[in-house]
């Protein structure tokens, strides 16, 4: 049986928000889509006064595709904040900083500009 069935509530973590709807995954499979008529009862101006990417929230399963691994998702009707905001953690930088973008962008540079230069050649002929 899967693990993912129509009616079950779950967590997931928000990936993409866009003026119609926010995208969300919850496993190395499976994403979904809330659609903005499924975030709220009233009218919803912008999706960022609800939810923000990055946030873990609980979501009803309206619909599964389990080709597609895909989910329709709904938020309207539940309490979708519950320990919704995840702990970010500190980024740690390495010892190395921006010294190997420092040593590698000039050949990355020349090789682009090589690419563009061939291109060009091939078209004149």
């Given at each position: 049986?899967?693990?993912?069935?129509?009616?079950k509530v779950v967590k997931g973590t928000?990936?993409?928000i866009e003026p119609y709807g926010a995208f969300m995954s919850f496993d190395e499979y499976y994403t979904g889509l809330i659609h903005?008529?499924?975030?709220?009862?009233?009218?919803?101006?912008?999706?960022?006064?609800?939810?923000?990417?990055g946030d873990h929230i609980f979501v009803e399963i309206?619909?599964?595709?389990?080709?597609?691994?895909?989910?329709?998702?709904s938020i309207?009707?539940?309490?979708?904040?519950?320990?919704?905001?995840?702990?970010?953690?500190?980024?740690?930088?390495?010892?190395h900083?921006?010294?190997?973008?420092r040593q590698k962008l000039p050949f990355w540079?020349?090789?682009q500009i090589k690419k563009q230069k061939n291109k060009a050649n091939s078209i004149d002929k």
């Open positions: 049986m899967t693990k993912y069935v129509k009616g928000v990936t993409c903005i008529s499924e975030i709220s009862k009233n009218f919803v101006k912008d999706i960022h006064d609800f939810v923000n990417v309206l619909d599964v595709d389990n080709d597609e691994a895909h989910l329709k998702l309207k009707n539940i309490n979708y904040k519950i320990n919704g905001q995840h702990k970010r953690r500190r980024i740690i930088e390495t010892p900083g921006f010294n190997t973008l540079i020349d090789s």
